[in-house]
């Protein structure tokens, strides 16, 4: 068919999120890590007969904006479409091979119907080890990729409707908490069915070819409204700079430097200028790269636009070959969140120049990924892994928000009274920072404090942080936002920090881990910001008297604190 009926179309497109929404559920709520079940760090998708992305759920942006491509690169490079059959699921976390990094398994199952292929499903765990040099795989030492885990290439985990044993076995043999990856697994392809069933469903009401001609419709509207959206700004370029703490192994900062060009309906981003690929394992693929970029603009320009590969059309993006945004093999990449929110910033820095009321100032643009390798008295091995996250910047409409994940990878918080009750450590801190969030007639969001005691057993730490060197600008005369910081206090009153990015830390019972992170940036001049904002800030301890005085030019601050 060559059109559709817009209110059939607008069915089908809200049934094909609700089918992407049925396998989120059925990971949450089937799933065994507290990185999935907890965090939420798993994305799903259902995409169209030839593979492009059609529908997805409310998870991860940096992993639905890639699934596409991770598929892509599978059907043209390893296994053609034409020889999958019914039944089977296809598996890889190649980051050379379309995907993120290693701890983030992408699988994928096509829908049938009659015979017909109608389309395919997908889903992407991120999963609580997979083997490497440290403790939940975030190994700060790595040099090369062989040495951050278990590397599976694309191949079929299940055949025609049987598992692949021998595969499953062999990963689970390669990570340290096997059971915990079993189940998470095991989610993974309960999904696929789930939303296999739920494709085939409407394909089925609707008959395959008023389905694929839907599909097509959806896209084309995507990137009509993307169009609109982008044609809406200015014509003109801007260029921005970001720059990287190091990447863990010297003290070397890394640029990432961004040339925009809008003319009419399209867009181009060049990242000519950035640093070449480092040592350390913070470098980016395209996939990852685009998946940023791709992040930045739908956030700025089209919160009402259905994400889909049809909004990827009117964007280009040239990545230069051996940059740190276009990583060659074998360079590592799991700590690659630590370049990949700093894209986000810089595409948001460009943007400020084009239309500066809409874009606000940094947010805190790091996963802050932690992990504790535990050993028990009972000698029993456990990984402790959590992310954390800081302030927003502030913007043209009011204050940046306080410890909030930003979209781009969307996590929520783990409770400390489910990690307490899982792991031996003991929650000593958990909150907001005050005056962690840049001064600015619109304030920037408040970093947080996460504090833990080890109890009753010995580990090691491994982090994956940045911010420490570089805060997250401000916008219009805003300040910017806090650093971070790792410190460990040892049980006889002595401390040392530590720097953003390590793997095996020692640590022993009834040492405490201390970690602060940044604030947002602010925006506009602080001396105009509003005396009764200022005045509640003080009152809610977000701000102190002396920050009020010395920032914000308050002309007494014990006065602000009466009032």
Avoid at 25 to 42: G, K
Avoid at 155 to 165: A, C, E, F, Q, W
Avoid at 423 to 445: M, N, Q
């Amino acid at each position: 068919m060559s059109t559709i009926d817009p209110v059939r179309l607008e069915v089908i497109r809200n049934a094909l999120v609700a089918a992407s929404e049925e396998m989120s559920i059925t990971i949450w709520r089937t799933s065994r890590s507290t990185v999935v079940r907890e965090i939420l760090d798993f994305s799903t998708a259902v995409f169209d007969a030839q593979g492009r992305n059609i529908a997805q759920s409310a998870r991860i942006p940096v992993h639905l904006n890639s699934m596409s491509d991770c598929l892509k690169t599978i059907l043209e490079k390893y296994i053609p479409l034409e020889t999958w059959n019914e039944g089977d699921v296809i598996v890889t976390n190649d980051p050379y091979a379309g995907g993120q990094h290693l701890p983030d398994i992408q699988t994928f199952r096509p829908v049938f119907v009659d015979g017909e292929r109608v389309g395919i499903v997908g889903t992407l765990c991120h999963h609580v080890d997979v083997g490497g040099g440290a403790a939940g795989s975030y190994y700060a030492a790595a040099t090369e990729i062989f040495q951050e885990g278990i590397r599976i290439p694309p191949l079929r985990l299940v055949d025609k409707g049987v598992l692949n044993t021998g595969v499953f076995e062999m990963l689970l043999y390669n990570v340290r908490q096997a059971d915990e990856t079993r189940g998470d697994l095991n989610a993974q392809i309960a999904a696929l069915g789930i939303g296999a069933r739920a494709v085939a469903r409407i394909a089925k009401k609707y008959g395959n070819a008023n389905l694929s001609a839907a599909m097509s419709a959806i896209l084309d509207g995507s990137e009509r409204m993307m169009r609109a959206a982008i044609a809406a700004l200015p014509d003109g370029t801007a260029s921005f700079v970001e720059t990287v703490d190091d990447d863990g192994q010297s003290d070397t900062p890394i640029r990432l430097e961004i040339a925009i060009t809008k003319k009419g309906d399209t867009i181009s981003l060049d990242f000519t200028g950035s640093s070449p690929q480092v040592r350390g394992p913070v470098n980016n693929t395209p996939a990852m790269t685009c998946s940023a970029v791709y992040y930045a603009l739908l956030a700025a320009l089209g919160s009402d636009i259905p994400a889909n590969s049809g909004c990827y059309r009117p964007v280009s993006v040239n990545l230069p070959v051996g940059s740190v945004v276009n990583a060659q093999f074998p360079a590592p990449v799991v700590g690659r969140m630590v370049v990949n929110h700093r894209i986000a910033t810089c595409v948001f820095g460009a943007l400020a120049q084009i239309a500066p009321e809409r874009i606000p100032a940094a947010y805190y643009a790091i996963s802050y990924v932690y992990a504790v390798s535990l050993v028990k008295p009972d000698a029993k091995r456990q990984v402790y892994f959590d992310i954390e996250v800081g302030g927003w910047g502030g913007h043209a409409g009011g204050d940046g928000a306080s410890a909030l994940s930003c979209g781009l990878h969307n996590n929520t918080n783990a409770p400390i009274e489910m990690v307490e009750a899982k792991y031996p450590v003991t929650f000593t801190r958990y909150g907001l920072l005050p005056d962690s969030g840049g001064a600015g007639e619109h304030r920037g969001g408040l970093g947080l404090v996460r504090e833990f005691r080890l109890e009753g057993a010995d580990g090691t730490l491994s982090t994956n942080f940045e911010r420490f060197r570089f805060p997250p600008y401000g916008i219009k005369g805003g300040q910017p936002g806090s650093l971070s910081s790792t410190t460990v206090t040892h049980k006889d009153g002595s401390t040392h920090s530590l720097n953003s990015k390590v793997s095996g830390v020692p640590l022993a019972s009834g040492d405490l881990v201390t970690i602060k992170t940044s604030g947002g940036g602010g925006f506009g001049k602080p001396e105009n910001r509003d005396p009764d904002l200022l005045k509640e800030d003080l009152a809610e301890g977000l701000v102190t008297a002396e920050a009020a005085h010395t920032l914000y030019k308050a002309v007494s601050p014990q006065k602000d604190v009466a009032a």
